[in-house]
């Protein structure tokens, strides 16, 4: 008989520290894992996960945890990311900005569309299409973590194992086909790189402000305003039978926040913001990687392992057929290309790891590197978020 080891709160916050440090003491083993930007989180949860899986196979223990913080942890994960939709910055960034924006919506869409198809013709949830979507691809580990246990609410049995699954899938595979796509444009094209680059474009980095106890106290009470009136705003909204995901109000108001402050010339701590969300999203990857059931993914190893190769099939069609030309048909819609593919199918830092492997045998390209990450950092997460939630909505 099956022995169930409960966790409350804080021996949960605990396993979790646990978690990431061997997620980065066996980073350090492997480089292979550094190489294509596995995080250290997801290593740690997925070794956890193994463990899960053997108590499972034998019949022998099971863990159950508290869940209160990891969905405080996760709703400040996104909070963080509505601070960072700012009008001001998509105006900056002008046109490339904007068609890349446009170009990542429509294979979000596709992306989607692709999968839910998929899962219908082989008889599964649809909701498994939006897993192995959007969720997982241009989404990445974050997103899939957050989404998982909305898509188990709304029917999908393995929703988070599923997802996370894909998403691992995803960093790697979107690693390996960016470099190919670059080359066959390169060379199909006979792309040359500007002489002396594009002055226009300098890099998205930001002041560089030293961190300090004041400026994370403005980040942290800036997010926790954001939190307290988004979940306000939520909870009036159900009581008018309108029912939207916990993390939505807070991430729309933060948005509103960081706009209205721009329009004032209010400045707001971005860089604490940025650190407060990060560390949240560590420890609430690895918290959501303890609940992964990977013996749920066994009955769709064939439909999942489809999906997951179309979705690459239709990533690179799309950098080629459709990015590549949106951006330009130049070398910089090259390069750009290049990085859609790991940006699309991974995070933003695959994307740059493609580009400046594809850049530094070929020829630099500022326009790339200032467009790619702008709309990875500042805008994806805040626009799939939407987009995921209305097609749950849809489906279900």
């Not at 997801?42 to 099971?62: K, Q």
């Not at 998403?167 to 006979?190: D, E, Q």
């Not at 690179?316 to 290309?337: E, P, Q």
Request: aromatic share 8%.
């Amino acid at each position: 008989m099956s022995y169930t080891i409960t966790l409350d709160t804080t021996a949960t916050l605990g396993a979790s520290a646990v978690l990431l440090l061997a997620g980065h003491g066996v980073k350090k083993l492997l480089p292979a894992l550094k190489k294509f930007f596995i995080p250290s989180p997801v290593i740690g949860g997925m070794l956890f996960a193994l463990v899960s899986l053997a108590g499972h196979l034998t019949d022998t223990f099971a863990f159950a945890f508290s869940s209160d913080l990891k969905d405080l942890l996760m709703m400040v994960f996104f909070t963080s990311i509505g601070f960072m939709a700012s009008a001001k910055m998509l105006k900056t960034g002008g046109p490339a900005v904007v068609l890349f924006i446009i170009a990542s919506i429509m294979l979000i869409f596709l992306q989607n569309i692709a999968g839910t198809s998929v899962a219908i013709i082989f008889g599964e949830n649809p909701l498994l299409g939006l897993a192995t979507g959007s969720i997982s691809m241009s989404g990445g580990h974050g997103t899939s973590a957050a989404f998982g246990p909305e898509l188990e609410k709304y029917g999908l049995a393995g929703g988070l194992s599923i997802s996370v699954a894909c998403a691992t899938f995803g960093l790697i595979t979107g690693s390996m086909i960016g470099g190919p796509v670059g080359r066959f444009l390169l060379i199909r094209k006979k792309l040359k790189p500007k002489a002396g680059g594009n002055e226009k474009y300098g890099p998205v980095a930001g002041p560089g402000t030293r961190i300090t106890e004041r400026s994370l106290m403005e980040g942290a009470i800036c997010i926790a305003m954001a939190v307290a009136i988004g979940t306000a705003l939520i909870r009036m909204l159900k009581d008018c039978d309108i029912t939207m995901p916990a993390y939505l109000g807070p991430m729309v108001i933060a948005a509103i926040i960081r706009n209205l402050a721009d329009m004032r010339k209010k400045e707001i701590s971005l860089e604490a913001v940025e650190t407060i969300g990060n560390i949240s999203l560590q420890f609430f990857l690895a918290m959501a990687l303890m609940n992964l059931r990977l013996w749920e993914l066994a009955d769709l190893a064939l439909p999942l392992l489809t999906i997951l190769f179309i979705q690459t099939v239709v990533t690179i069609l799309f950098a080629v057929y459709v990015t590549f030309n949106i951006m330009g048909r130049d070398y910089d819609a090259a390069v750009i290309a290049c990085g859609h593919c790991g940006f699309a199918m991974g995070a933003t830092p695959n994307a740059m790891a493609n580009m400046e492997t594809f850049t530094g045998a070929n020829g630099k390209s500022p326009k790339a590197f200032f467009v790619v990450p702008m709309v990875g950092a500042l805008f994806i997460d805040f626009i799939n978020a939407i987009a995921i939630s209305v097609g749950m909505r849809i489906i279900a």
